[in-house]
C-alpha cells in the first residue's frame, strides 16, 4: 500500500500574549495509506486541527516532515492540490443561495466542469433538496454539502475535520455510509474526531493524539485487540470457592456483586473445567472485549475522576506516560492567536 498521507515529528508551539506558549503537536507522526477510512482520534485540545492546519499550510510548523501524495507539505502541496478535497476550517455558505448555486459557483471559482454538481449533490444525498435555500438546511445536511465542495474536483484523497460534530446517531450512521461509499470508489479519507462512537462506526484505521503525541496508531480492531486482558465474566453457584479454586490455577480473580471477573484467560475451557471438576457449574461466561472508549481513555489520560472535573487540554499535566510534555526548544515568535 502507497502512503498517501505521512507525517513525521511534526512540532508546533503557540505563542499568545495572553497565555504565553502553548505546546500544541509536540512530535507527532501519522502514516495514512491509500483507499483508508483513517480516524484521527484525540480529546478536545489534543492537537487535531493544528496537526491538519500545519500539513495543508494554514499555520507554519516548527518542525517535522509531512507530504501529502508524495508532495513535501505544505512546500510543493500546490503540485497535488487538484488531488485533495480538504475541509478544515468549518465553511460558512450563504443562506439565501441554494445548494445547487452554491456548489456552481465553487465549480466555476475552481475552475471544474459544472456539471460536477449534479453529480456530487448524488453523491452526498442532497440531490433532491439541492434547489433549497441552505438557511433552511439542518447541520447535518450542512455537513454533507461542505463535504460536496470538497468532492468537486473528484479528489482522490478526502481531508475532514470533525465532519460528524453535531449530528445526531442517525446523521452519523449516513455520514458512515457517504464515506464507506466514497472510500469504494477508491478515495483514501482521513477525518478528525473526538468522538469515539464516530471512529468505531466510520473508520477502519485510527491514529490516537493525545497532548500532541501519538499514542496508539493501526486497525481499529488491532488497537483494540492490544488492550484485551482476555477476561471473561463469570456467573456460577459459589463465587468465593471457584475463586479460590481459579486463583489456584494461577488466573487472575476480581470479585464483583453478583459475578467473577477472570483475567489473562487463554483457553476459557480452563475455567468450565476448573470448576466443574468441583461440581461448580458455569451459568454464564462472557468474554469482556476493550472497546475504543475504554481504550481511548487510558490512553489520552481522560478517564473521568470521581471528584476531580477533567479539564480540556491541560498541558500542565504528565503526559500518560507520566513524562511532562517538553516545551519546544526552538523559539518561535510568531503570534498566532
Ligand atoms: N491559533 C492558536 N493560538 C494559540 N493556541 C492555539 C491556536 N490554535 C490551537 N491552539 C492551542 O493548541 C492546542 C491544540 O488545539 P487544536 O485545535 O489543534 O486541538 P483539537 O484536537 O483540534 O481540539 P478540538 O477537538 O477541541 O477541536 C490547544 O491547547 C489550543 O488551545
Avoid at 89 to 94: A, L, V, W
Avoid at 228 to 246: G, I, K, Y
Avoid at 311 to 330: F, W
Wanted: proline share 5%; hydrophobic share 40%.
Amino acid at each position: 500500500m502507497s502512503a498517501v498521507i505521512e507525517i513525521d515529528g511534526l512540532r508546533k508551539t503557540f505563542h499568545t500574549l495572553r497565555q504565553g506558549r502553548r505546546v500544541a503537536v509536540d512530535g507527532f507522526d501519522l502514516l495514512v495509506e491509500a483507499g483508508q477510512i483513517h480516524g484521527f482520534l484525540g480529546p478536545n485540545g489534543s492537537g487535531k486541527t493544528t496537526t491538519l492546519r500545519a500539513l495543508l499550510g494554514l499555520v507554519r510548523a516548527d518542525g517535522g516532515r509531512m507530504s501529502v501524495l508524495g508532495a513535501p507539505a505544505p512546500a510543493r502541496l500546490s503540485e497535488v492540490a487538484g488531488r485533495v478535497g480538504a475541509i478544515v476550517e468549518s465553511p460558512q455558505f450563504f443562506g439565501n443561495f441554494t445548494a445547487h448555486r452554491t456548489l456552481r459557483l465553487l465549480a466555476l471559482a475552481g475552475g471544474v466542469p459544472t456539471s460536477r454538481v449534479d453529480e456530487v449533490l448524488e453523491q452526498v444525498g442532497l440531490r433532491d433538496r439541492g434547489d433549497e435555500r441552505v438557511k433552511g438546511y439542518s447541520l447535518g445536511m450542512k455537513q454533507r454539502l461542505a463535504v460536496a465542495s470538497a468532492l468537486l474536483k473528484s479528489p482522490e484523497l478526502l481531508i475532514l475535520d470533525e465532519p460528524a460534530n453535531g449530528l445526531d446517531p442517525a446523521g452519523i450512521r449516513e455520514m458512515r455510509d457517504l464515506m464507506r461509499s466514497l472510500a469504494a470508489t477508491g478515495v483514501t479519507v482521513l477525518l478528525s474526531s473526538h468522538i469515539l462512537a464516530e471512529i468505531q462506526l466510520i473508520c477502519d484505521h485510527v491514529t490516537i493524539i493525545s497532548r500532541g503525541r501519538r499514542v496508539a496508531a493501526g486497525r481499529v480492531d488491532e488497537v483494540l485487540a492490544g488492550f484485551d486482558q482476555h477476561e471473561f465474566q463469570v456467573r456460577v453457584a459459589e463465587p468465593e470457592r471457584a475463586a479460590e479454586l481459579l486463583r489456584g490455577r494461577g488466573l487472575s480473580v476480581t470479585d464483583h456483586p453478583d459475578h467473577l471477573v477472570v483475567a489473562g484467560v487463554d483457553e476459557p475451557e480452563l475455567i468450565t473445567r476448573t470448576l466443574g471438576e468441583q461440581g461448580l457449574w458455569v451459568r454464564e461466561l462472557v468474554p469482556l472485549r476493550p472497546d475504543l472508549e475504554s481504550v481511548f481513555l487510558e490512553l489520552t489520560g481522560t478517564m473521568p475522576h470521581p471528584t476531580v472535573p477533567r479539564q480540556v487540554d491541560d498541558s500542565a499535566l504528565p503526559a500518560p506516560d507520566g513524562a511532562l510534555i517538553e516545551l519546544n526548544a526552538r523559539e518561535n515568535r510568531e503570534v498566532d492567536a
